[in-house]
């Protein structure tokens, strides 16, 4: 049966109801800011502008999808919005499995990462990881992983690490990675996503690292468990969240400690930047990869 996503751009002001009105039709809903709207007047919990406009997509079946476009449309009219949604077809298959068989293996010295389905041999002085991101981001394969990655690895050379917070863990896989470099370390992963935290779970006994290693549900710092003092942070996520973190991590890393970010294009990294300047952040090394800036920020 084919599937569909059905797309609309809504005001920031209306889509809470917008999305709430559509949630018992489709098979799932997804909200994002739309980046290149101006912001609106409304700001965050950090004080940062929230976008103007936002992107509601939601998926069904081919039975279902005119009926979910007129209900679309017809919520937003009684709104006051005068739009038309967009329909496209998407290709049905089962992702988990498509996943693991297609992920290929990815070499970031001295890591191997490679699903669990892989008869890869990783050679000697070499370090292993099987990372099955199936519904979590972070196959390994993406250049802010690479960039992250990188950068600890020149970092880790340097520096030993006792807490480690994986802010927007995904898959795990960066601090899996940390873990299997310096096992000592104790990590709190945290994600948005249910369907990320049970991933990382499964990842981390993929990988018998586990131990030491918690995963919760948050966003951002709201949960307790995330409110600790850490000496390095991995935020891979998007360039206005993690300027929206940037009081939180001041409060949170230790004076001398250290923040891994990137999911920012080259073009956004001068206002994240800023962001954590004003926090009392300096950039400690950077690097690009395919225009997705990667950046260490050191906490004065």
Not at 200 to 219: D, P, Q, W
Request: overall charge negative; charged content about 20%.
């Amino acid at each position: 049966m084919a599937k569909y996503l059905v797309r609309c751009i809504v005001p920031y002001t209306v889509v809470e109801n917008f999305q709430k009105a559509l949630e018992d039709l489709a098979d799932s809903i997804m909200v994002f800011e739309d980046l290149e709207s101006p912001p609106s007047d409304a700001m965050d919990e950090n004080v940062f502008p929230i976008a103007s406009m936002f992107q509601v997509d939601m998926l069904c079946d081919d039975t279902d999808v005119l009926k979910c476009k007129a209900h679309a449309e017809a919520t937003a009219n009684l709104l006051g919005l005068e739009i038309t949604a967009n329909v496209e077809e998407v290709e049905d298959t089962n992702w988990l499995l498509a996943c693991h068989q297609g992920q290929p293996e990815v070499y970031i010295h001295p890591f191997v990462i490679h699903s669990s389905a892989s008869d890869i041999k990783v050679g000697a002085g070499l370090i292993g990881l099987k990372i099955d991101a199936a519904t979590a981001f972070g196959s390994g394969e993406h250049p802010t992983t690479q960039g992250c990655l990188k950068l600890f690895v020149k970092l880790a050379k340097k520096q030993k690490f006792n807490n480690v917070l994986d802010m927007g863990c995904g898959s795990g896989v960066l601090s899996i990675a940390a873990k299997k470099l310096q096992p000592a370390i104790c990590v709190t992963g945290v994600d948005i996503e249910t369907e990320a935290v049970r991933r990382t779970r499964l990842n981390t006994k993929l990988n018998a690292c586990e131990h030491g290693y918690k995963v919760v549900c948050s966003v951002g710092f709201q949960n307790p468990e995330t409110h600790n003092l850490y000496d390095l942070c991995f935020a891979n996520i998007l360039a206005k969240p993690l300027m929206r973190l940037a009081p939180n991590m001041q409060r949170y890393i230790k004076t001398d400690g250290y923040v891994i970010v990137s999911g920012l294009l080259d073009k956004q990294a001068p206002m994240v930047i800023q962001a954590y300047k004003a926090c009392g952040f300096a950039v400690y090394s950077k690097i690009s990869i395919q225009g997705w800036q990667s950046i260490v920020f050191k906490r004065l």
